[in-house]
């Protein structure tokens, strides 16, 4: 069939297919260890479920407004404001069907074909999709290994020119696990203001984060009327599956956005926003508890990989993603992949499949029990152990 341009270069995430796979060993009597989806593994919190159970219950079941109901709003823009040390209004809260709505609508709001987006590789496979469906042109920016999954500044100065309309961050990051440093956020903020460039700024981990503080270009000089944020409930409150995200942009396009949402998707479902409302204004003791299992299961896992010879894992300073280096096994990143879920029965996600970048590198999502992930390490070791090493 002829489908229209905007779909034909369309392809799955990379985690679903190999979901998939190991799920089809799993059904042929295969035991498998899951490390290839991006998924918390802890339940939604009790107190949040009931918020979602009671307002069922007592009939938040219709529809509502398409930018949100007027109470999340509110407490998302006190509370991101707090987290981020800044003000946002109400006015330029979105609420959206999980958080992908906040990445691909802005983009269609602001994006004319031939434009150039600039974004992250390896990064998040929906950044090239929605580019695209735009009618823009993708312009990846290596993630760099020796600069902490940052962005090389040199490179990422010479991809900057006339056509440029949008630059995409994502901090911390998937799939490096890596946090930009406030100086490359300063240099990224004054190239975009003196060319007119737009940001999309994609935090939906910035409560997963160790060591180091995740700071937002949102609040730099300047950048406050040029900046999305993308932010969400999935990864913080272990809400995936309730779907339930939002962005925060300047006012007069949260406007053009919401026109974008109302002729879409209409609204967010009504009792996952009273869930979201709990999440927020509730006990937040569980978001501390979880992140500290994340740190204990993170100095495991790259303890662990460390320990295999030609491997090299460097310690993630956010998110729940480890990206270790594999190149001294001189096999493709899909090639090992397939030979680890083949070989050790675990399943992980070769590095291309957040970009050509990724080459070299595995994904493993440490999101996982600390009996699996031990399991999960002894096994990758074994395997790889019979492979040559350069």
Wanted: charged fraction near 20%.
């Amino acid at each position: 069939m002829n489908y229209a341009q905007r779909v034909r270069g369309l392809t799955a995430e990379g985690a679903y297919y190999m979901l998939a796979r190991a799920q089809e060993m799993e059904k042929a009597g295969r035991e498998i260890i899951h490390l290839e989806i991006g998924e918390p593994d802890f339940a939604t919190p009790e107190h949040i479920s009931q918020a979602g159970k009671r307002a069922i219950s007592t009939g938040k079941t219709r529809y509502n407004p398409p930018s949100g109901i007027g109470e999340l709003r509110d407490v998302i823009a006190g509370e991101a404001g707090r987290l981020r040390g800044t003000i946002f209004k109400p006015e330029q809260i979105l609420v959206g069907p999980g958080a992908k709505p906040a990445l691909f609508f802005p983009t269609l709001a602001l994006v004319d074909p031939g434009d150039e987006v600039i974004y992250p590789d390896p990064g998040f496979p929906t950044y090239q999709a929605m580019i695209e469906v735009a009618g823009g042109i993708s312009i990846a920016a290596p993630l760099k290994e020796e600069m902490g999954f940052s962005f090389d500044l040199d490179t990422f100065d010479r991809l900057v020119n006339e056509r440029t309309r949008l630059i995409i961050l994502n901090s911390p990051g998937n799939p490096t696990g890596g946090v930009m440093p406030l100086e490359v956020l300063e240099h990224i903020a004054e190239i975009a203001i003196a060319n007119d460039i737009w940001v999309i700024s994609d935090e939906v981990y910035s409560q997963l984060i160790y060591e180091k503080s995740a700071p937002s270009i949102a609040v730099l000089p300047g950048m406050s009327d040029r900046t999305v944020i993308c932010d969400g409930f999935s990864k913080t409150y272990a809400m995936t599956g309730w779907r339930l995200g939002f962005g925060i942009m300047p006012e007069e396009l949260a406007e053009r956005v919401t026109l974008l949402l109302t002729h879409s998707i209409g609204c967010t479902a009504s009792f996952t926003q009273y869930a979201g409302i709990e999440a927020i204004t509730g006990p937040q003791e569980h978001v501390t508890e979880m992140v500290g299992e994340y740190r204990q299961r993170r100095d495991l896992i790259v303890d662990l990989l460390n320990h295999i010879p030609g491997v090299v894992c460097q310690l993630p300073q956010g998110a729940f993603y480890a990206f270790p280096n594999v190149t001294a096994f001189r096999q493709t990143s899909s090639w090992l992949a397939d030979y680890l879920l083949e070989e050790a029965g675990v399943a992980l996600l070769p590095g291309t499949a957040f970009g050509p970048n990724g080459e070299g590198y595995l994904r493993i999502c440490f999101a996982n029990s600390m009996e699996n992930l031990t399991r999960a390490g002894e096994r990758i070791s074994t395997a790889l152990n019979r492979l040559s090493v350069s």
